[in-house]
């Protein structure tokens, strides 16, 4: 199983990134997934997730009406698109699957079986 972060970059404060995650070696579709970060001295902190299906989104509160996290299960690829970014969204960012029985998501980092290699997005202000 391998998922690939990337889409990371150097973008000022205001703009906009899209990170995607490709997953290989699973059953995308039997999956959610999510997005998490962690920015330097700190803990890595939930940000979005989604359902298998993708009907069911939700998302950290410092992120919310900014963010938005999308999947296309033809393509095995999740995705974050990040707009109206602040300094403060500087992290290393993870994707991570979970295998779910139902429509279910999760923002526990221990309900993810799999993890991305990260993919580092910076914020200059």
């Known amino acids: 199983v391998q998922l690939q972060a990337y889409g990371g970059g150097l973008v000022q404060a205001g703009g906009s990134l899209r990170l995607s995650c490709a997953a290989s070696g699973l059953t995308f579709s039997m999956y959610s997934m999510g997005w998490f970060r962690q920015a330097l001295g700190k803990e890595r902190e939930f940000v979005a997730a989604?359902?298998?299906?993708?009907?069911?989104?939700d998302y950290a509160d410092s992120v919310k009406g900014r963010f938005t996290i999308s999947r296309d299960n033809a393509k095995n690829t999740a995705y974050l698109q990040m707009n109206s970014m602040k300094p403060e969204d500087t992290a290393v960012y993870y994707c991570a699957g979970a295998p779910t029985r139902r429509d279910g998501i999760s923002q526990t980092t221990g309900n993810y079986n799999y993890w991305g290699q990260g993919t580092l997005v910076t914020v200059s202000s």
């Open positions: 989604i359902s298998r299906t993708g009907r069911s989104t």
